[in-house]
């Protein structure tokens, strides 16, 4: 009978007694595959010159709010657990209580190879400035009061990360460990953790997740895992941390291409299409093979065809509008390359380091030879806008953030027209084992994590981004080519198409004011004035026909993400 009244509290308990998503730890799937023999990648430790670090994902509890932050459901505070020996903490990990538990946080080994000074490159701190407790907050709480101490660094040291306690007394010196200043490299804030509203509220305290300010392929600075206070009332850098930097400058933890081919094959995401979609991607060799052609300004009557392999592309230079590509002349060949080819479409690989050659970003590219009319939401309406937002060539892309440290998948980046969302493991549908489920919006082909309308634009008019689950799909692991792996030096041939720098279709003008004025004309007066407010905002990539420059030309290529 006990067990019977059990479980019928549970069925009745209210709303606020359900356990919270964190209360749960995230796992991929599946395991994390065995990787090819190499050098570096995925042993679990990475030598950043005379600092050895390794990632550490297991934690004990420390403190949580309860209410504050994402979804108003707070933020838990971490230490971390099952150090190796040699190892110290530099910081303790925060995170929302509205996903499931899944982060990490560096722990660092001094080694004797340092080759800036004879000293160690950790040290202990010499005292904690209290940065902020809940002691006076009317919060909901759970472990007591919590107390975040900044560590004070030696001479020619920087802490890297907090030591939270639910104790107002100071933590030993021995907690935790500052690194030398040559090994420290500027943050900034990322995503909002906690604050005491439900939304970001600059006049109280925040906090942030942190990533390096310089990031990129060739950026040298390394991601700690750890947080950031904003205290209102505080002097300008008093609850300053720092991320790390690899001073070796060193690729050693990037896989090799063995490596790279299992990534992919663990990792690739699967694509589905919307029910009504009618332009499908092909690969780039087909659309050459089926019609393409080369337009050269000031010979516009005499167009080329596209060599199969691209040998014909003018390479180097810019953007400058000397050439363009365009579909095919008759109107029967134009009408089916725009439709493209699924069935024998590929995804398009590019293997790169990430936040000092500790993270492995893999781009992948996929090509569309013609991107369809955007629809608008006019408050109960739904209206084509025309030939606005179609152009001939389109690119859009997903990237894999894999850790280097042991080869897992942290985190998948999700293009959205000019931007774009770096989204955890923990919040992306799977497939087949670890493969990331993503959603082509319907004509304009932007990257989804969930199926659904996401509306560009305020309130209930903007640009339709419509996702669905369509029979429809690609499997990005079918044929993958690796394109590009510049570290990895002439053992990945880069295809000629890659450098070609001007755009995959031409510049047409043509009366937009005609365009829109067809919309308006079947709105309700009273939708008008709205839809005009509307027009005038649209991002200028949606005002003519214009098709864009390939994946080597976009700054994403060799710097971080848009996020």
């Not at 209210?14 to 190499?38: A, N, R, T, V």
């Not at 900034?188 to 392929?217: A, C, F, H």
């Not at 001939?392 to 980046?413: A, I, P």
């Amino acid at each position: 009978m006990g067990l019977f009244f059990s479980l019928l509290a549970n069925l009745f308990k209210k709303g606020d007694d359900k356990p919270l998503p964190i209360e749960s730890i995230f796992k991929l799937p599946s395991p994390i595959p065995k990787f090819p023999p190499g050098d570096g990648f995925a042993t679990g430790v990475i030598d950043l010159g005379g600092l050895q670090v390794c990632q550490i994902s297991t934690f004990n509890k420390i403190w949580s709010a309860l209410e504050g932050g994402p979804d108003n459901k707070g933020a838990t505070f971490y230490e971390p657990s099952s150090i190796p020996d040699g190892f110290f903490m530099l910081g303790c990990y925060s995170q929302p209580n509205n996903r499931p538990l899944f982060g990490w946080i560096l722990a660092a080994k001094n080694v004797t190879n340092n080759s800036f000074s004879s000293h160690s490159s950790l040290a202990k701190p010499t005292d904690y400035s209290l940065i902020w407790n809940s002691e006076s907050k009317k919060i909901k709480q759970d472990g007591g009061n919590c107390y975040i101490w900044l560590p004070t660094p030696p001479e020619a040291y920087k802490p890297v990360g907090y030591v939270v306690t639910n104790s107002p007394e100071k933590p030993s010196v021995e907690k935790i460990r500052c690194v030398q200043s040559e090994f420290a490299d500027a943050i900034e804030v990322d995503r909002w953790i906690w604050g005491l509203d439900k939304k970001i509220n600059t006049s109280n305290i925040n906090m942030y997740e942190t990533r390096p300010k310089d990031r990129g392929v060739n950026a040298l600075s390394v991601s700690t895992g750890s947080f950031v206070v904003q205290n209102v009332g505080a002097t300008a850098d008093v609850s300053l941390v720092y991320c790390l930097k690899n001073t070796k400058n060193n690729l050693v933890a990037m896989p090799n291409l063995s490596q790279v081919e299992a990534l992919i094959q663990a990792y690739s995401p699967v694509i589905y299409f919307h029910p009504d979609e009618a332009y499908f991607p092909s690969s780039v060799d087909w659309f050459f093979q089926n019609g393409a052609l080369l337009y050269e300004n000031g010979k516009e009557s005499e167009p080329s065809p596209i060599q199969p392999n691209g040998s014909n592309l003018p390479q180097g230079g810019s953007n400058d509008d000397l050439y363009w590509l365009d579909l095919p002349k008759d109107d029967s060949s134009k009408e089916r390359v725009k439709k493209g080819d699924l069935a024998h479409s590929c995804a398009y690989f590019h293997i790169k380091p990430m936040f000092g050659a500790t993270f492995t970003d893999i781009p992948l590219w996929v090509f569309y030879p013609f991107n369809g009319p955007a629809r608008a939401k006019v408050g109960i309406f739904n209206v084509s806008l025309g030939k606005i937002g179609e152009h001939v060539g389109d690119w859009e892309h997903l990237t894999l953030r894999v850790s280097n440290y042991n080869g897992e998948l942290k985190s998948v980046y999700f293009s959205e027209h000019s931007g774009g969302q770096m989204i955890d493991a923990s919040d992306i549908e799977f497939e087949n084992g670890n493969k990331p489920v993503a959603y082509a919006s319907l004509h304009g082909h932007a990257f989804y994590s969930k199926p659904g309308l996401v509306l560009q634009g305020s309130g209930t008019i903007g640009i339709r981004n419509d996702a669905s689950k369509g029979k429809m799909m690609m499997d990005t692991g079918i044929a993958p080519m690796v394109v590009a792996a510049e570290y990895l030096g002439p053992v990945v041939v880069e295809p000629m198409w890659l450098n070609y720098s001007r755009k995959w279709g031409p510049k047409i003008s043509y009366d937009i004011t005609n365009e829109i004025n067809k919309v308006r004309n079947v709105l309700p007066k009273l939708l008008r004035g709205p839809f005009d407010k509307f027009v005038r905002g649209l991002p200028n990539e949606l005002l003519g026909e214009e098709g864009p420059t390939g994946p080597k030309m976009k700054n994403n290529w060799s710097g971080d993400e848009k996020y």
